[in-house]
């Protein structure tokens, strides 16, 4: 009974493991194809807004940021995103990357990698995982029979 739950944990650890490696492939490719496709600048973090959101039993932090980045076409131009990184501060740099025809639809490449690099190797760690609970279940079947 012991090895049939070790398996099962093993085979849920692969699956998830190769849904997170699934994702975050996927999430590096799309940001690979649109790096030929879009313009890439600086902008700069104009302000930084921090709110308290009081959730049941929780205290959470929402962190808005403005970026200002000037385009060829438009001008200097402002958006507003949430910010994911605990180490932004007003004044700081960041890579910008801007649709050519829609300036406003922009993409944050820096923190978009360290959203797919964390789907990767949680991903690699769920197979790692798997692997070791398959070959502990595979052992204890020997020595039991």
């Keep these: 009974m012991n090895t049939i739950r070790s398996q099962i944990i093993a085979l849920l650890l692969l699956i998830s493991g190769i849904v997170l490696l699934g994702g975050g492939v996927w999430g590096f490719y799309s940001l690979y194809a649109i790096s030929h496709r879009y313009e890439h600048t600086t902008g700069t973090i104009r302000t930084l807004q921090i709110q308290k959101i009081y959730r049941y039993r929780k205290i959470r932090y929402k962190k808005e940021m403005q970026i200002a980045y000037s385009t060829d076409k438009y001008g200097d131009l402002f958006a507003t995103r ?52 398959w070959k502990t279940s595979k052992t204890a079947d020997k020595s039991e029979g």
């Excluded at 050519?100 to 991903?123: D, K, N, Q």
């Design 82 to 133: 949430i910010s994911y990184w605990p180490l932004r501060s007003v004044g700081d740099k960041v890579s910008v990357w801007y649709h050519p025809h829609r300036p406003h639809e922009i993409r944050l490449p820096e923190s978009e990698c360290m959203l797919w690099g964390l789907l990767v190797a949680s991903g690699f760690i769920c197979m790692c995982g798997s692997v070791v609970f």
